[in-house]
């Protein structure tokens, strides 16, 4: 497995744990030290850097320049390591999550060899990556060796297919493996006081917006509401000191550069009226699926229509239909909250919905067959 270190794929590679399969995975950043979350996996790591020498980070920090100079002439090529790895363990399977950042890098190694190759899409992957300054050539040609590919949404699959995929689709599976529920943890909708936010703002991520929809709607209907906004950009602290309005709301930020555990995530997702995520671009959103598994009503954006899988407007939560209009989202959040009847018809929905086509536990055979799969065809 080929990925950066990141908590949905450790906990899509729990799904393979005790399963018979040895699975090693190939850190393609080398950040960081071996994960806790997967210690039962070969862990390939410290492949980066020819010296370790002494005062790297010092010298990072006080003198950039020499530093990065350093680095050009230090650093190992990435399909250089992977190769070393790829001829060492001599894998049944290679696959890789992400494009961009696991792909590409790899491709030139996988073009060697005919090893069965699976693709797994992520977030903008497809539905963004021109303007991510990937061309459709670079695409196509990924594909070209690309033999099997699983997604988070139809969406990404269709657009996949568009754009030269022809082989196999083992797929429509969360990023994450699934989710897992605890109901004990979800209160019923009438204790739930809690407006959930996240906090990306990115370019793509655009909480800020959601930020300024606040500040159209009433101190009345906010006067029995904790605001907690969470994976915050710094820049928001700055959208908050700088309002009048927002900064005499009752908002706790959680920082995107500081760790907070899922199953935390989880229970303030379970203590939460609404959840709200505004972007201009993404794939199925797995903290969207986490919310409505716990009972939080949604307030989601729908890029490429990709959230109407799972939300029927004004059913089971409100779609955002464009991501840059305050009053659309503020009328969005003051109609969620004045409306009971409809979030306690939706928690119930989404809950049971959730438990029945994202529920870990009855995914988690059908993930471990998927690799079965592969390899029977290939033998």
């Not at 986490?290 to 004004?314: C, L, R, W, Y």
């Amino acid at each position: 497995m080929v990925a950066i270190p990141n908590h949905h794929f450790f906990q899509w590679v729990n799904q393979l744990r005790d399963s018979g399969y040895e699975v090693v995975w190939f850190d393609v950043t080398d950040g960081g030290p071996k994960s806790n979350k997967i210690k039962w996996v070969t862990q390939i790591k410290g492949w980066k850097l020819k010296w370790n020498f002494p005062m790297r980070f010092w010298l990072k920090k006080n003198i950039p320049i020499v530093h990065n100079i350093i680095q050009q002439l230090n650093e190992k090529s990435i399909d250089k390591a992977f190769s070393k790895v790829f001829n060492c363990f001599k894998p049944d399977i290679v696959h890789c999550f992400e494009m961009q950042l696991s792909g590409f890098p790899i491709l030139s190694v996988m073009k060697k060899n005919e090893v069965p190759f699976i693709y797994s899409s992520w977030g903008s992957d497809m539905f963004f990556f021109k303007e991510k300054g990937i061309t459709k050539e670079e695409v196509m040609s990924f594909f070209n060796r690309t033999n099997y590919l699983i997604t988070d949404c139809i969406r990404d699959y269709i657009i996949a297919k568009n754009n030269g995929f022809s082989k196999e689709f083992l797929g429509v599976f969360p990023g994450n493996g699934g989710i897992a529920i605890d109901r004990f943890k979800s209160k019923k909708s009438i204790k739930r006081n809690i407006v959930l936010i996240k906090g990306y703002e990115d370019g793509v991520g655009k909480a800020s917006i959601v930020l300024k929809a606040l500040e159209l709607v009433s101190k009345e209907l906010l006067k029995d509401k904790k605001i907690i906004i969470y994976s915050a950009d710094d820049v928001l602290k700055a959208q908050i000191k700088n309002s009048r309005t927002l900064s005499n709301l009752s908002i706790v930020m959680h920082s995107r550069y500081k760790f907070i555990s899922n199953n935390k995530l989880l229970e303030l997702m379970g203590n939460s009226c609404i959840h709200i995520a505004n972007s201009l671009s993404d794939g199925m959103p797995n903290a969207l699926l986490e919310a409505m598994g716990m009972g939080a009503f949604p307030i989601q954006s729908n890029p490429g229509k990709v959230t109407e899988e799972v939300i029927t407007h004004d059913k089971n939560g409100f779609l955002i239909t464009n991501p840059i209009d305050v009053k659309e989202i503020a009328d969005h959040i003051k109609n969620a909250i004045n409306n009971e009847k409809l979030r306690m018809s939706a928690q119930d929905f989404n809950i049971n919905f959730i438990n029945n086509h994202y529920n870990r536990t009855t995914l988690r055979p059908k993930i471990q067959e998927l690799y079965k799969q592969v390899k029977r065809v290939n033998n």
